[in-house]
């Protein structure tokens, strides 16, 4: 079964506005751990933010934020004012337990329109 | 402070050819992966060294994939001899395991086997 699901192949944002990357979760461990990571053209997957699943508060990093909702098993990236320089392939992943190994979804290519 | 360097970035070789892949890790990050990524898809573990032992490599395909991570410190990825099919990205993450569950990327090695 899919550990991570990301339902949206491709998604078009005006700059400055927000955008939402839908993600799901399937796991059984009541400890685990969510990643979004960003691909650019380049290659390189870029860490952008990370949520416990005990973490009490929603994660932010300057202008992303996690929408946990634990009872959902969702994840949604929220990125705040969008730029041109988001346009890339945005990755949802998790860990279970103490394993370090990442479960990565098919991803969600994001281009912001100037 | 420097990040995971990989080399080469691309590579172009014949099936049934041998290839070979270097990664030098973030300095101090005691546990090494390495990860295919497929064309559209997300990325998949492939081995994850723990300073110079091997602790995951379920998914390494061991009749034409090897790997080793001499000294706890750089890894070399092996494929002999090379399919179609494994053309992809590989892509080399290393982390600090007991302080972070992150893991930084380098800008992998794009294979494309003729």
């Known amino acids: 079964a899919q550990k991570i699901t990301q339902t949206q192949p491709g998604m078009f944002v005006q700059e400055k506005e927000a955008v939402t990357l839908d993600c799901t979760y399937d796991t059984s461990d009541p400890s685990y751990g969510l990643f979004w990571y960003k691909q650019p053209s380049s290659g390189e997957m870029i860490f952008l933010i990370y949520?416990?699943?005990?973490?009490?508060q929603n994660a932010t990093e300057g202008r992303y934020s996690l929408n946990f909702q634990k009872a959902r098993k969702s994840a949604n990236l929220v990125i705040s004012a969008s730029q041109l320089g988001d346009s890339a392939m945005y990755f949802c992943?998790?860990?279970?337990?103490?394993?370090?190994?990442?479960?990565f979804g098919a991803g969600t290519t994001v281009t912001v329109r100037a | 402070e420097a990040g995971v360097v990989q080399s080469p970035r691309y590579k172009i070789i014949e099936k049934k050819q041998p290839v070979a892949f270097w990664c030098n890790p973030i300095s101090g990050h005691n546990t090494l992966y390495w990860y295919r990524q497929n064309l559209g898809q997300g990325p998949e573990l492939l081995i994850r060294?723990?300073?110079?032992?091997?602790?995951?490599d379920s998914q390494l395909p061991k009749d034409r994939f090897s790997a080793e991570r001499l000294k706890g410190v750089d890894s070399t990825l092996k494929i002999q001899p090379a399919e179609l099919g494994d053309s992809a990205v590989y892509l080399c993450?290393?982390?600090?395991?007991?302080?972070?569950?992150?893991?930084?990327f380098g800008p992998g090695t794009r294979l494309t086997v003729t």
């Open positions: 949520q416990g699943s005990y973490d009490q």
């Open positions: 993450a290393s982390s600090f395991v007991g302080v972070s569950y992150e893991q930084y």
């Open positions: 992943a998790m860990r279970e337990g103490g394993d370090y190994k990442l479960s």
């Open positions: 060294y723990e300073n110079e032992e091997a602790v995951d």
